[in-house]
């Protein structure tokens, strides 16, 4: 059973800087599309970075060039590093993986599909103040 648990979330002023981690337990780092989703309240749950089983990795406009995915085969772990945050950066985080052999992370016009991921992390709030 894949267990996902997100980490760092917090409150930070704007053009600040925050780090999220993704503890993954249960699981062999090998062939998953592994993925960050962000939810602002009263919306639905965005994608907002991916990265595939041989470190590629895919933003979406809003977070391009200010936030990183990668993550750490030893520790077990996906993180995403988060810069020049603003306010429209708050929300709920979340991490989630597809579960698939494929290896490969699909947008769909700009956009990932929550019913693509089959495991889920539980959130972490991040709150961005101007």
């Known amino acids: 059973q894949v267990q996902l648990q997100e980490s760092g979330g917090g409150s930070v002023q704007a053009g600040g800087s925050l780090r999220l981690s993704c503890a993954i337990s249960?699981?062999?780092?090998?062939?998953?599309?592994m993925v960050w989703f962000r939810q602002v309240q009263g919306k639905r749950r965005e994608g907002i970075a991916a990265?595939?089983?041989?470190?590629?990795?895919s933003y979406t406009k809003s977070v391009k060039g200010r936030f990183t995915i990668s993550k750490d085969k030893m520790q077990n772990t996906l993180d995403l590093e988060m810069n020049e945050l603003k306010p429209e950066d708050t929300g709920l985080y979340y991490c989630?993986?597809?579960?698939?052999?494929?290896?490969?992370?699909?947008?769909?016009?700009?956009?990932?599909?929550?019913?693509?991921?089959?495991?889920w992390g539980q959130g972490t709030q991040v709150t961005v103040s101007s």
């Open positions: 989630a993986a597809d579960g698939e052999d494929t290896g490969e992370c699909s947008w769909y016009d700009e956009e990932l599909l929550e019913e693509d991921f089959k495991y």
């Open positions: 249960g699981y062999i780092f090998k062939s998953y599309c």
């Open positions: 990265i595939t089983s041989d470190g590629s990795s």
